[in-house]
């Protein structure tokens, strides 16, 4: 299986700054076939960005992916307070395994 | 719309077999495979496997094969989970969610207890 390692495990921001989440693939990611998901309590994930870049339908422009190979990037260039959550990668270019999440927290 | 409606908390004894069910509504039930996704309490997303609602094609990841069965009914456009001979390892909630590109629409969860 493809291992995904998400870092930081926590990250603990303010509102209005820049966060940068990473993650990791123990192998190259098919076709960067990465996908990032956003989780609060009690709920569904929801679906940001897939293949690496582009963005879900109505995800804010604020939300941006980047990366190819082993290493990508979800950048949230300034938070707002219903940013602070989970936020999972994916990857589906090999079955579908998942990193094991970043808390993003306020500061 | 699309939607995905899942059925009931579940409380079941070890050994027991659980089935939940999930509705899809808004689409062409069959143009899309639906994929299960579990998360026990407190951690991580973790794959179970998933169906073709098309052809009725299933894929199951390792550690399920033979333990988990995956349906789907398509005149109700509903597809099925089973599994069997649960343990308080399957304690979870189990998503349901419609494969485009990855997984754009997630049913809202089911949570499953597993306990004497």
């Known amino acids: 299986e493809v291992e995904l390692t998400q870092s930081p495990g926590t990250l603990s921001l303010s509102p209005g700054d820049r966060a940068t989440l990473s993650c990791r693939s123990s192998?190259?990611?098919?076709?960067?076939?990465l996908a990032w998901y956003q989780q609060k309590p009690g709920q569904a994930p929801k679906l940001l960005i897939y293949g690496s870049s582009t963005r879900a339908t109505g995800i804010p422009d604020r939300f941006s992916g980047s990366g190819s190979g082993t290493d990508f990037t979800l950048t949230i260039s300034r938070l707002e307070s219903e940013d602070f959550a989970v936020y999972y990668c994916?990857?589906?270019?090999?079955?579908?395994?998942f990193g094991q999440g970043t808390r993003l927290e306020i500061k | 719309q699309v939607q995905l409606v899942q059925s009931g908390a579940q409380v079941k004894p070890p050994g027991a077999s659980i089935k939940v069910a999930c509705t899809a509504s808004?689409?062409?039930?069959?143009?899309?495979?639906i994929h299960w996704v579990r998360q026990a309490p407190g951690h991580g997303l973790e794959l179970v496997g998933w169906i073709n609602p098309n052809s009725g094609d299933t894929r199951y990841r390792q550690k399920f094969q033979g333990r988990v069965t995956l349906t789907a009914a398509r005149s109700i456009s509903t597809v099925y989970m089973e599994i069997h001979n649960v343990t308080s390892d399957d304690t979870a909630v189990y998503y349901c969610?419609?494969?485009?590109?990855?997984?754009?629409?997630w049913g809202p969860g089911m949570l499953v207890t597993v306990s004497s």
């Open positions: 994916q990857q589906y270019g090999n079955s579908i395994t």
């Open positions: 192998q190259t990611v098919y076709s960067d076939y």
């Open positions: 969610a419609r494969d485009f590109e990855t997984l754009d629409y």
């Open positions: 808004g689409y062409t039930f069959t143009g899309y495979y």
